[in-house]
């Protein structure tokens, strides 16, 4: 374990900064790397403020490739809002580059990258009003519009197959099949329930593959506390986190996001009569996120906006149920059978969405003219 001073003195002043670095503290309540917030000294009393972040190596194990990803994309999306009389500084996250001129910097078997600091706005951690699922959903929409000309196919696919849900279906059924732990037995309906949707599995990749929709930069992680809110304002100013940023679908983050985000329910509620879809934050978010897509999106990928709900939950219940098979060795587990209650929230919501399947497709319909 590296000191905070070690932090301060030996890994901040690598960094290309202004002046010298005064103060710097654990920072915020990321769960993936460990943040610092550190206060540089201009002289004459001015100030300027760093994020300073080690990269989560468990997770992500080419961290050049990751910050390749981060700083193209983030230079792409500087260039974009400076045309358009935005704050650089603020609007997008900004790399600040190591002394040696990396885009980040090793020490001690560590990996470090900082960014500026974005002032005057705030991360919320939880959605307290439907007003805060809205900001976030035009948030990432107005993210996928400013990077809607962007050749995602240049981005490295940092986690291979992350959305491939054919791919995942398979590593779905090898876990049946091998059955480790000899539970299959317990979750015959589980199972069968992931069996009978198979076709639908090949929706969005078919789709893709046939280039019926186009590739995109996707963020990946399309939480509310990922998104800087305006101190002023109560708007989102400025998508962070880019570390999952690779080429894929807009459906994947907005599917995820109506996933985590209009369930009503917990993802690992034991009483399954709680779970549903809110169609009401459905609503909330199809709307935010189509106004802030400012019109990007193509007719097919709007079409296809209830499939990518239903797949991204259908795909991370069949996630945890694989998991479940192959005896917890993936998602942390805080008691028996977790991965088995997640499996079944998950599929409880896609059952519901298949029953509410009009209306979500009337919605849709209804903001997309
Ligand atoms: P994690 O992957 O661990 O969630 P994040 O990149 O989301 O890491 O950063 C964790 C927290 O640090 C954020 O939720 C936010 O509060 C804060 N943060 C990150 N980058 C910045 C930044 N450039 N300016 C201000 N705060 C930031
Ligand atoms: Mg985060
Ligand atoms: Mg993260």
């Known amino acids: 374990e590296l000191s905070i001073e070690e932090v301060k003195n030996e890994v901040a002043a690598r960094f290309r900064l202004p002046g010298e670095v005064t103060l710097l503290q654990p920072y915020g309540n990321g769960h993936i790397n460990d943040t610092f917030c550190l206060t540089c000294a201009l002289g004459e009393g001015k100030t300027k403020r760093y994020i ?142 992931v069996l009978d949707r198979e076709p639908d599995t090949h929706v969005i990749c078919d789709a893709l593959i046939q280039k019926k929709i186009p590739l995109r930069v996707t963020h990946n992680d399309t939480k509310l506390n990922n998104i800087m809110i305006d101190n002023e304002t109560g708007k989102g100013i400025c998508v962070i986190d880019l570390d999952t940023v690779m080429p894929g679908s807009a459906l994947y983050d907005y599917g995820d996001s109506i996933r985590f985000g209009a369930n009503t329910g917990a993802e690992d509620e034991k009483n399954l009569a709680l779970i549903s879809l809110d169609l009401e934050l459905f609503d909330i978010y199809t709307k935010g996120y189509l106004e802030g897509c ?24 069949m996630r945890f149920l694989a998991d479940y098979l192959k005896g917890d060795v993936y998602f942390k587990i805080h008691k028996p059978e977790h991965n088995l209650d997640r499996c079944r929230t998950q599929f409880r919501l896609v059952a519901d969405m298949e029953s509410k399947w009009e209306q979500m497709n009337a919605i849709v319909r209804k903001y997309s003219k």
């Not at 299959?184 to 589980?190: C, F, G, H, K, L």
């Not at 400012?294 to 239903?310: H, R």
């Open 294 to 317: 400012g019109g990007s999106l193509t007719k097919e990928e709007i079409e296809l906006l209830p499939m990518g709900a239903k797949l991204m939950t259908f795909e991370c219940g």
């Open 52 to 193: 300073l972040q080690r990269m989560n190596d468990d997770i992500f194990n080419s961290p050049k490739e990751l910050m390749e990803n981060v700083v193209n994309v983030t230079s792409f999306l500087r260039k974009k809002i400076i045309a358009a009389g935005g704050d650089p500084d603020r609007e997008t996250l900004n790399v600040v580059p190591a002394a040696d001129g990396g885009n980040y910097l090793e020490y001690k078997g560590d990996f470090f990258r900082m960014y500026i600091f974005i002032e005057g706005a705030t991360c919320f951690e939880q959605v307290k009003q439907p007003e805060d699922f809205y900001n976030s959903a035009v948030s990432f929409g107005n993210f996928q519009k400013l990077l809607a000309d962007y050749p995602a196919d240049t981005l490295h696919e940092t986690i291979v197959n992350f959305h491939n849900t054919v791919s995942r279906f398979r590593d779905f059924k090898k876990a049946v099949e091998e059955d480790v732990c000899e539970r299959a037995e317990n979750v015959r309906e589980e199972i069968q329930f």
